[in-house]
């Protein structure tokens, strides 16, 4: 089963549910905004399949941003969840660095007007 990150009006990430959930547990290992955390776990916990970064408070949505284009796909990289064969592996990792390059989109077409 598909589920999805919504980035932007412009952007959604679809990923299969193990991805999702390691992405989304990353975050909630990043980010500090409480707000932000009590969301992501209630995601997760209840399974939800999807997470609208456009409704999360500002100083959340500003953390996951920056950790999406920061230290997600070295993190991905390095990770020992994301053992698979590797061509699977490296399926995986670029499909990680797509939610990246989405993220970087969205805050270089920002112009500095809040999408950290």
């Known amino acids: 089963m598909a589920n999805d990150i919504f980035v932007s009006d412009e952007y959604a990430w679809t990923a299969s549910s193990g991805v ?26 209840a399974s939800f399949g999807s ?32 053992t698979q064969p590797e061509g699977a592996r490296r399926f995986t990792i670029g499909h990680v660095k797509v939610l990246a390059l989405m993220a970087e989109d969205v805050a270089g077409s920002a112009g500095g007007k809040g999408a950290t």
């Open 20 to 45: 999702f959930e390691w992405v989304v547990g990353f975050l909630l290992d990043t980010i500090e905004d409480a707000a932000t955390k009590e969301h992501l776990s209630l995601v997760l916990s």
């Open 51 to 82: 997470v609208d970064l456009r409704g999360l408070p500002e100083a959340g949505r500003a953390q996951i941003m920056r950790a999406l284009r920061g230290p997600l796909v070295p993190a991905a990289e390095s990770s020992l969840a994301l």
